[in-house]
């Protein structure tokens, strides 16, 4: 048993005019009078739902329809070419055994384009009014007339309200590149010099809060609109999920379910970004999915943004993560030292106010997780720089942000600074607690005190008994010593400061 596809692509339907009636799995036991097998394929959908279950079946197959037969071998047609590959791969056999098995004579089942789509002036037609911008009937929903001739305003007014506005300072050119983005990064941007190529549709960016996703989503879309491209202008349609679920549900209350799909399908690029919000909206979900099958099948481009990998996104319907997985799947890693010194020294340049290296260093080390904040940080000494007109100093910064630092504080633990510190100067871990004042032995305790008291919340006289129940004037005396140490040893204060960085990295 054989399961081609592709024999008649473009060509020109055989066998007689009977034939090539097509029968709706649905209409079938009705027609059976039209087509001369249409009530073994009644059969055999019966038992194709049965066996997939309601979903699958609704999803893949319920659009299959009948068409000629050639001596052993069975036509079936389906609406888009996704699907007929899909329905292919993942169907074939079975469809072949099932009708060999309903009709012995059959013993080979060809999955083709439906008749209709493999027209050349149809899908001409078709690709036309998908550049067309002409608002739908419905008038609730006018669309700037604009729009269809200025390329540059598609993307903040693009078919009504359908998206949301692309924020001009999110660019490729004010994307900070390092180790942890870098691939993200090359994808969003081939994406945008070559949209559509196979193996990058879609394109999934995941990643933590504020590393970047919508930023460079942001930089695909300004990229493309502001690109003429030979074809015309291109529609990009940005939204985050919660939008698209509230654009679904709002069209179906007002009956409008029809023209949310034409305006979603219409567009050349679609972008949906925390894709994760759609986890348990099953109708919005369903809704998303035929979206992206019709526009990926059209060979427009989608761009997805979630904060994990399809892989990971439980709860996402099975048929949609792999889907999603498809295409290219980039992750946006956590921030290195060495990136977020990067983007806050080009933020502050750009801000034209100095700030001086050791305030981006101590932002840098401070603030690792999100670059949003960081950047937050960094506007808020811009702004009382400004404001003031007083320089942005080390003591100014921790003045200014204390209520950020202080939700930034790593929960760095005595016994991993004692560790690291003994296992620094070569001492042993009990020596951190012993009685022994040695300088070998008390300096290093000293500097353990000193980097508790600085990178965690604990009084000194908790600090104290985690040392071998010393006082809290001893640690007091530490933290004095080690600062003046400090001040006046760079080796020791380069030692100390390493020290912190391993800690809080
Ligand atoms: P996400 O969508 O991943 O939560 P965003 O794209 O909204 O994150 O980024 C948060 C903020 O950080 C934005 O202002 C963005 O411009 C900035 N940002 C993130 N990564 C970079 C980077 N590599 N270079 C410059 N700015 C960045
Ligand atoms: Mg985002």
Redesign the pocket.
Same mark, same amino acid.
């Given at each position: 048993m054989r399961v081609t596809s592709s024999r008649h692509e473009s060509g020109v339907l055989s066998g007689a005019s009977t034939d090539t009636v097509m029968v709706r799995p649905a209409d079938a036991a009705a027609a059976s009078d039209v087509h001369p097998l249409a009530s073994h394929w009644a059969r055999i959908c019966g038992r194709l739902q049965a066996e997939v279950g309601e979903v699958e079946y609704h999803t893949w197959l319920r659009q299959m329809t009948l068409g000629p037969v050639d001596h052993d071998e069975i036509t079936l047609y389906l609406p888009t070419r996704f699907l007929r590959d899909w329905v292919r791969s993942q169907y074939g056999d079975r469809l072949g055994t099932m009708w060999n098995g309903e009709v012995a004579a059959i013993r080979r089942v060809e999955l083709m384009l439906s008749p209709e789509l493999r027209t050349p002036e149809l899908r001409a037609a078709e690709v036309k009014t998908s550049e067309l911008r002409t608002p739908p009937a419905s008038a609730a929903t006018p669309v700037a007339p604009a729009a269809t001739s200025a390329p540059a305003q598609v993307a903040a007014e693009p078919r009504g309200d359908l998206a949301a506005p692309l924020d001009p300072?999110?660019t490729f050119d004010?994307?900070?590149?390092g180790k942890p983005?870098e691939f993200a990064y090359a994808c969003a941007r081939r994406v945008a010099e070559r949209p559509s190529s196979p193996g990058f549709n879609p394109l999934f960016l995941y990643?933590g809060?504020? @590393?970047?996703?919508?930023? &460079?989503m942001h930089a695909v879309g300004i990229e493309l609109t502001r690109a003429a491209r030979d074809a015309g202008p291109v529609t990009v349609a940005y939204m985050s999920a919660e939008k698209f679920m509230y654009r679904f549900i709002a069209a179906i209350r007002s009956q409008q379910t029809m023209e949310f799909k034409e305006q979603l399908r219409s567009v050349d690029v679609l972008m949906i970004d925390d894709l994760q919000f759609l986890i348990g909206k099953d109708n919005t979900q369903e809704e998303f999915f035929h979206t992206f099958n019709a526009l990926v099948d059209a060979g427009k481009q989608i761009v997805v943004?979630a904060d994990k990998s399809p892989s990971d996104l439980s709860g996402l319907e099975d048929r949609l993560r792999t889907r999603l997985g498809c295409g290219m799947v980039a992750d &946006?890693h956590a921030t290195t030292f060495e @990136?977020r010194i990067s983007?806050l020294e080009?933020k502050a340049q750009a801000s034209g106010v100095a700030v001086p290296p050791k305030v981006l260093e101590f932002l840098a080390h401070k603030i690792t997780t999100n670059?949003?904040e960081l950047?937050g940080a960094l506007n808020r000494m811009i702004a009382h720089a400004n404001l003031f007109g007083r320089p942005v100093t080390l003591d100014a910064t921790q003045e200014v942000l204390h209520d950020i630092l202080k939700a930034h504080d790593r929960r760095v633990t005595i016994e991993e600074i004692q560790r690291k510190v003994s296992e620094h100067w070569n001492i042993r871990l009990t020596d951190m607690s012993s009685a022994r004042r040695a300088r070998a032995v008390a300096r290093p305790r000293q500097v353990a005190m000193y980097l508790a008291k600085q990178l965690t919340s604990r009084s000194l006289p908790e600090i104290g008994r985690k040392f071998g129940n010393r006082d809290h004037t001893t640690v007091m005396h530490a933290v004095s010593r080690v600062t003046e140490l400090m001040e006046v040893d760079t080796a020791f204060a380069e030692d100390v400061e390493l020290l912190r960085r391993m800690l809080e990295s």
């Open positions: 300072r999110f004010g994307f900070v590149v983005n990643g809060v504020g @590393l970047g996703k919508t930023h &460079l943004s &946006l @990136l983007i080009a670059v949003r950047e």
